[in-house]
């Protein structure tokens, strides 16, 4: 039984992680998390997260009160407040699944070496099939190499802040890695518009010939199984720096 603390769960995506964590018998919500000044603080995190009943568990706007009643912290909310989260995992030992994106440089450097100190996951997508479309792309692009010119439209819906997505820079940073071309060789094109969930579509264009590689989400709930099974992965395992290639096996 992994015990975890979930931010932000009025938003969107927390709230699904939320109802996906207790539909599980090998997950307890040990609370929640929430801004100073919210109307749910103090407030059941069932109600707070729209599931219409209690679970048992309140939100908090100060993490210490109740950090030390978890194993790790599951947080897909703002960059301001994954890097507050972040700090205090790191002092009190905790571990922290972090699907927050739109992180400048220095901010993902200093995530990714949180791994040296609590188990750590900076995971931009936890969709298995987006992580196995990302290994994938990794083959095509190393078999193609220069043959081919690489372009990715990643559409999302008109809330989503950050362009390219973090998804979108994780795929690239594969194929760039894997074919040996830098990282500016590839072209980013974004949509944001209506309530589409996520959809990226990677274009390998080739002399007289083109392959197209896709993944489509036509919800969220796909990202909240994929996050708690990153949960009890980590739970599992200690200090380290984890991908969701670790949790799936690849």
């Not at 450097?109 to 990302?134: C, D, H, Q, W, Y």
């Not at 690489?150 to 594969?174: C, F, M, R, V, W």
Request: glycine share 10%; charged share 25%.
């Amino acid at each position: 039984m992994v015990n975890i603390i979930i931010t932000a769960p009025r938003g969107h995506m927390d709230g699904l992680i939320v109802k996906a964590a207790c539909e599980r018998d090998d997950i307890r919500i040990a609370g929640g998390l929430g801004p100073a000044g919210r109307d749910y603080i103090g407030k059941d995190i069932g109600l707070a997260a729209g599931l219409g009943r209690e679970i048992g568990a309140l939100v908090y706007d100060d993490l210490t009160k109740i950090i030390d009643q978890c194993d790790l912290v599951v947080d897909f909310s703002r960059v301001e407040l994954s890097m507050e989260v972040l700090e205090i995992c790191k002092k009190y030992k905790k571990g922290f699944l972090c699907g927050t994106t739109g992180f400048t440089p220095q901010q993902e450097e200093e995530l990714l070496a949180a791994g040296k100190e609590i188990p750590m996951m900076k995971a931009a997508n936890t969709s298995f099939v987006v992580n196995v479309m990302r290994k994938l792309l990794g083959i095509a692009a190393n078999a193609l190499g220069d043959k081919a010119k690489i372009e990715i439209l990643d559409l999302h819906s008109q809330d989503k802040l950050d362009a390219p997505s973090g998804t979108a820079l994780e795929l690239a940073e594969e194929m760039a890695e894997r074919s040996g071309k830098p990282m500016d060789s590839i072209a980013f094109h974004s949509v944001r518009a209506g309530d589409t969930p996520s959809s990226h579509k990677v274009f390998f264009g080739c002399m007289g010939e083109m392959m197209e590689i896709s993944h489509h989400a036509y919800n969220w709930e796909c990202y909240a199984r994929g996050a708690c099974d990153a949960a009890v992965y980590m739970a599992g395992h200690g200090v380290g720096l984890y991908t969701m290639e670790d949790v799936i096996g690849l």
